[in-house]
């Protein structure tokens, strides 16, 4: 079982939707959790972090479930400029700062 | 956050050749990182580069392939060495910031292309 693991898409929705994104992860230990954001031929961009008591940032929206390990994404009223690739990164161990990447999910917002 | 820039931007080497990837950062930083992208895959961690000491290489990554120096905490340069086609890839440099979530900010990349 991959350390994270998401569905890598791509999701192909109107401007306007609200689409979601999952991702879970497989050590219960772990300490933080993030998305970040890659548009193509970029490095990837921290796009917020999550938290327990869920967090939100304008029309995103991020969740955390520790019990079942994972880790939600929700873009509202999605625009052209969302589209890319959102990457879930989680943390294994604070002290170490080993971050482990997910495999992303391609995002793909049409007209 | 901090500000971070790489050298060369891309580079197209021959096979056998080696490469040296630089790293800056506009703060001093603990922690700082240099990671693969390979052309439709996530980014694996290559090691992270310790200021005074060797670097901490992860699982399927050796010291003589990619040797790393890190002189100084603002500072830090990664060696692709006797590359093949398989080390065609971007290597990313990032930084921790300490905080409260203790995030990752990456640089810009160098898109490495070996003939």
């Known amino acids: 079982r991959k350390e994270v693991e998401q569905d890598p898409g791509p999701f192909n929705v109107p401007e306007g939707a609200t689409v979601a994104f999952n991702c879970t992860y497989s050590n219960s230990a772990s300490q933080s959790f993030f998305w970040y954001r890659q548009d193509c031929r970029k490095e990837p961009k921290l796009l917020m972090s999550v938290y327990s008591s869920g967090n939100e940032d304008g029309r995103f929206t991020a969740q955390l479930n520790r019990a079942s390990q994972y880790i939600s994404l929700l873009i509202r009223d999605s625009k052209l400029s969302d589209s890319a690739t959102y990457l879930c990164?989680?943390?294994?161990?604070?002290?170490?700062?080993?971050?482990?990447f997910g495999s992303g999910t391609r995002l793909s917002i049409r007209p | 956050s901090a500000v971070i820039s790489q050298k060369p931007s891309r580079d197209i080497c021959q096979r056998g050749t080696s490469l040296t990837i630089q790293c800056q950062v506009d703060s001093q930083v603990t922690m700082m990182f240099w990671y693969r992208q390979q052309p439709g895959q996530s980014l694996t961690l290559i090691a992270t580069?310790?200021?005074?000491?060797?670097?901490?290489?992860e699982s399927g990554f050796v010291i003589d392939k990619f040797p790393i120096s890190r002189p100084n905490l603002t500072f830090s340069t990664l060696t692709v060495s006797n590359m093949s086609p398989e080390d065609s890839s971007i290597y990313l440099c990032?930084?921790?910031?300490?905080?409260?979530?203790?995030?990752?900010?990456f640089g810009p990349g160098t898109r490495l292309t070996v003939l």
């Open positions: 990032s930084v921790e910031v300490r905080g409260a979530d203790n995030e990752q900010f």
């Open positions: 990164v989680v943390n294994m161990n604070s002290s170490a700062s080993k971050i482990i």
């Open positions: 580069a310790n200021q005074g000491s060797e670097a901490t290489y």
